[in-house]
């Protein structure tokens, strides 16, 4: 083997960068050149590649986004790009490709490794569902972002006696929402796992009242739902991000379904994408790193089809295949947050 | 005089604690004792106070939000709050009241300052619209805050080569959409105070597209309108916090303008909450602790009826009367940021 | 079990104070009394307790230190002082004990358990060095601080083409010097774990500089020697923190060895005791969090006499004897760091 | 005019690169060609430039240090390198310089106008410590990692009961060392400017102490010094940055000296380098923004020989000769600061 591509596919993600760098230098170790791809799947049907060498790589460690681009573009839909796509990865004599990316991405690598074409995935999901490895680098750079929005909005909710609705990313788990809610003090954590009852959070949060304290913060992951929508404004609407109405908005929803319920002032905040970018945390650095080193310590010994993983403290390599299954919010985890409302 | 209170009104900001501790250490220099208002007016209308103390002050000065709480209560609305005001003024004990807000808050110290209450003004706008000061305390806080959230976005947007829409404070003024447009490398900022004509905006991240600029970052204060509204979302709708609809979220309506005539994937964040929540800055901390110290000052010699303000380096009193027009960007300033364009 | 005491011992650590918070809101779910010793060991011997409410508690989370205070303070010392220990834990109906310290202050919790008295350790040593868990709170915020200070001297060292030199905590282990160090893009990581050869270090900051590479990062940790000290600065010496002088500052005599060696211009920076105050960083609130709630359910399902541990994503409990031994860096870890050099 | 040199000398500061990226914006809308000196004046004398393009300069608004590099070279102390930096000034067409320093490097700009060679300077010094302007840019940044500083710093203090003396930048004024002092509440603050008394710090603090204040934080700049050396600490020495002993570290005095007096526990901590680098605070990008904008176009007006100010919030040119004092602070800020204590 001589030639490694790299790829990034899907959101963007803090860490990105972290292994990119990682790949190029230890791929130099072993005298490997590295071909960086650009913008995902979509890089490598469209010829769009770059060397990378050391100086490409020089003090992107702390930065965010990813400096080859990303798409969502999947060949696997079209058989002239599977095919424009392969005849890329001979001309530009591609001995391997480490190509970094979630379910969707990670589904391309596991069909290049059927057609025997040798390929490792590094796993890339901010929302940490991705199940096989304990944890995905940029999750703890969301939740830290999370947990400083918290921090921040404790100070207004405090001084005003509201209540401050806060929306995050998690459309099918809810990791970020229960990690920085236990962060944060958060005194309702709502998640897609555990549908809520409107009536149980809004006693939760009077309870709280009586007890003397005269403000409440709520985190809700962006994929939670009540478990019953009777009653609960199913006639409310909410605009997307380019103005077309539609229903949903659910930290919206869950606003104004607790302000009619209490009374209480309330404010709702929804995080969005400042969730996702700049510099990661130096926990995010370090595995993002070591995931980059190992994936390429993968290839250099034949070890192909494989992800590399975080288990306990180390990193291994698991089937590609094991990547797909979503994981799910420890239910001991949630239920400790519990104890704090 | 022997006595003195002081309260916080309007929207909570960063350094009211740190204005609230300046007044008690000064008042505590001069042997003055100090009783907490609670809830701006509201308090002294309800009668909700507390002697402040040393201790009571303690650790406050990094934390934002304000111990004493904080209401929009306008008790001149009401001839029977405006007396019982003024009857908890004389059973209280108060010899003179410090009044950290707003136009309305100080409003109501004008008021009081014509019945013979001495009183001095504190200015407080975290959109640093208020005349008569060069800076209000709060202000660097939340253009620290957004320009943290442009750097995130850049990350983002860089990577997927989108367009970024970030909607920010400034509902008469665009202050913190100026400065930290600036401070953050915006392509495009717009304020209330320069109706933006939609095509020229668009216009300008084309030219920048053409330049080989993959991406964009658009600041836009939550006051700006279009100069037209003609072909401009007219028929677009919004839900508030709590799901009714209305027009608006000029940033989601500028979003989808944007997208219709570029075509480039584009995304809206608004980022609401958390620009007035959390620690201040250490400019801000500065800043409010001088307001502080020279308030209490004020009163020492018999000043009354005035606002402290920053002029140039120096805190100065001007008359309470001079804080009410409000105060616009500069324009030199704006149109400086139009050379990064 | 009605009465619950709890302490906090040796250096002070972020996170210590969520501990707390948790211990005491999960005492209050089972309907315990929680008690609250101050000054680690020395609260007891002295009698200076006072009761924990919730009260007592909120808005402590995201605070540095520790609110009960800590001392380096052990009893057994004295045989006196043992037994008026033992004369107070009685006199004040304590009827378990949650002691959150390193081996020192667990030594004395197992001592107790010997006594029959009911304990429950839990680990705290911001350098990660206790065995029998895999990582401890307060250190993720210890790294943090330290990769945020290499991003800082980076721009420094790259602007003057120095050498910078950052001498960071870790007496026996050089957890913080690695992690940080590869999340900050050390270009040499000097631990006590591996005495280093100063000709083998000057080789690859040479090499370095060779391959283009004008400035270079050392981060070493202050347990860190050379593995022969001829010619290497033996006559120098160092103040302490009062002036006396002292053989030492690791980081002073390796940033003149160097100077001598290579000739760049070397500057060599202290970090010091902002390594271990401040917020906790998102990671250790919850991490702190988890092993509060998980000893106080030790101590209400009769489990005494262990410390709870991370281990893997659970935390579990284990012998208090399991404490004693100084987990060493991961070699593998270590050697993966040289890649990036 | 067609071709414009830009350098940056002495010690870098947060900002610079902000500046460069104005300078050459701005240059470009006039059309004008912007030739990057390498390494401060050394690169003028030594030919190396390179060209700034947009692309030099894009992403670089909020990294700290400079692209340009620095040094502290001086040409004017040679007669050869005085002619060797005119030739070169010829040889690469510059018709105009903007130089970005301190005295040193302002001065150099001063002669080459008396030789009638079109300059225009920019303030640069993080002690804020330049006459004629009100702030410098990189000041307000290195207040702010001070003041973070501080806060860490107090959770220990807290925590151990301790006196923490805090040594900061600051050689012959006291700015940083009095802002970032009452941003983070420091307890005493020595400054170059007012020789403090050992007495009457210790005095100070055992007030408070008797308070009931267990703890104190006390900030030093480098520069301060006590009035009277009898009886403090003559005998001890320091080693520098190499192990060579020398007298100093006022910090390490400072704290032998409390704790010799007071009897509690003193610790000592240096800031060093990590005060002058990494991102800019958003204030600090705002004004080298302005500042690089303005020197633009006072060459585009022929307004050669002068340095741009911030004056109030306008920025303004000044003579060049006007950069040469040294601004102390302002004792009424400082006095102000006693309040406190």
């Not at 993968?298 to 089809?305: A, M, S, T, V």
Request: glycine content about 12%; hydrophobic content about 40%.
């Amino acid at each position: 083997m001589k030639t490694i591509g790299i790829l990034t596919g899907g959101g963007d993600c803090p860490g990105l960068n972290a292994v990119i760098r990682a790949v190029v230098k230890t791929a130099h170790l072993y005298d490997y050149t590295v071909i960086g791809i650009r913008n995902g799947w979509k890089g490598i049907v469209e010829g769009e590649v770059e060397p990378l060498t050391e100086f490409s790589v020089t003090g992107i460690l702390p930065k965010g986004g990813t400096i080859l681009g990303t798409s969502r573009t999947n060949p696997l839909k079209s058989e002239e790009q599977t095919q424009q796509m392969l005849t890329n990865i001979r001309k530009f004599g591609l001995d391997a490709i480490v190509a970094v990316g979630g379910d969707d991405t990670l589904s391309v690598a596991t069909r290049l490794h059927q057609m025997h074409i040798p390929v490792v995935g590094i796993p890339k999901t901010i929302d940490n569902d991705l199940s096989g490895t304990d944890y995905t680098f940029g999750f703890d750079t969301a939740v830290a972002i999370v947990t400083d929005a918290i921090d921040r909005l404790h100070t207004t909710a405090e001084s005003h006696h509201r209540i401050m609705v806060l929306e995050v990313m998690g459309r099918h788990a809810g990791w970020i929402a229960t990690m920085a809610g236990i962060a944060g003090g958060a005194d309702q954590i709502l998640i897609p796992e555990v549908p809520f009852d409107i009536e149980d959070v809004c006693e939760g949060l009077k309870k709280r009242r009586e007890r003397g304290k005269k403000f409440s913060i709520v985190v809700i992951a962006e994929g939670a739902k009540p478990a019953d929508m009777t009653g609960f404004a199913t006639t409310s609407s909410k605009v997307d991000d380019f103005g077309h109405e539609q229903l949903g908005g659910i930290g919206h929803l869950l606003g104004r379904a607790i302000e009619e319920r209490i009374g209480s002032e309330t404010r709702v905040t929804v995080l969005g994408h400042v969730q996702r970018g700049g510099s990661p945390t130096a926990h995010d650095r370090v595995l993002a790193t070591r995931y980059g080193v190992k994936a390429v310590e993968q290839l250099h010994e034949g070890n192909y089809g494989v992800m590399v993983a975080l288990q306990g403290d180390k990193i291994v390599p698991i089937p590609l295949s094991d990547a797909i299954t979503q994981k799910k919010v420890d239910p001991e985890l949630y239920e400790m947050a519990r104890i704090f409302y």
